[in-house]
């Protein structure tokens, strides 16, 4: 069975500082895998997502993810946080490629920033 | 472009009535998801439909029941509420045949609260 585990339930940056968000992926076969950013009271909206092309994956506002296979993770990473960037993020794979597979989330990543 | 579209955005109950929460998918999307958040949770699998079929099941209680209808808008019925079932509801879409089926587009939710 697939899930993901965020390694890091809160983290605060400074605004204009890297900012790095841990995911780790257990998964049996070659999954597709998420990043949805909420922000409070807002629906989940997706950044990113790797579905087995290229390994660098980058999404939108800035962010990127880079896809190990050996080391089974999936860190979201952007070079310079902004205040609006504060929001909860979640790391999600899903198994299998077809239709009506269920999203397996991550507990989420609080990310604070501070100006 | 249209997006997810869930009715009511917020609906407030009392123990034991019964709810029933609409969700419109994205136009030409075939597949419609489920998922309950709880206060501080991530978001956990309920139920999807693809062609009006049911797709996959996850943590969804007894009491709650879904469908998907010939113009694949999906209604989640939820009975005999208990105070527990307060939580953000999520429907999602996705449609068979897009580069990866498993990208799904999240509507904004339905918050309901049961007192």
């Known amino acids: 069975a697939q899930s993901v585990t965020q390694l890091d339930s809160h983290v605060s940056v400074s605004e204009g500082t890297p900012v790095l968000l841990r995911c780790n992926y257990s998964?049996?076969?070659?999954?597709?895998l998420f990043w949805y950013v909420q922000h409070p009271n807002k629906g989940l909206q997706l950044l990113l997502k790797y579905t087995s092309a290229a390994t660098l994956v980058k999404g939108i506002n800035g962010f990127e993810a880079e896809f190990k296979k050996s080391e089974t993770s999936f860190h979201l990473t952007k070079p310079s946080a902004h205040m609006s960037d504060a929001a909860e993020y979640f790391c999600v794979v899903s198994e299998l490629d077809q239709a009506g597979t269920a999203l397996i989330f991550g507990k989420g990543t609080t990310l604070s920033v501070s100006s | 472009a249209a997006g997810v579209i869930q009715s009511p955005r917020h609906l407030i109950k009392e123990k034991r009535e019964t709810a029933t929460l609409k969700c419109y998918p994205i136009p030409r999307h075939d597949t419609v998801y489920w998922y309950q958040q709880g206060p501080g949770q991530d978001p956990q699998f309920l139920i999807s439909f693809y062609e009006k079929m049911q797709s996959d099941k996850g943590s969804i209680p007894d009491r709650f029941s879904a469908q998907q209808f010939s113009d694949y808008h999906s209604e989640l019925n939820m009975s005999s509420l208990e105070l527990g079932d307060s939580a953000l509801y999520f429907c999602?879409?996705?449609?068979?045949?897009?580069?990866?089926?498993?990208?799904?587009?999240f509507g904004p939710g339905t918050r309901l609260t049961v007192l």
């Open positions: 999602a879409s996705s449609l068979v045949g897009m580069p990866s089926y498993n990208e799904q587009f």
């Open positions: 998964s049996s076969y070659s999954p597709s």
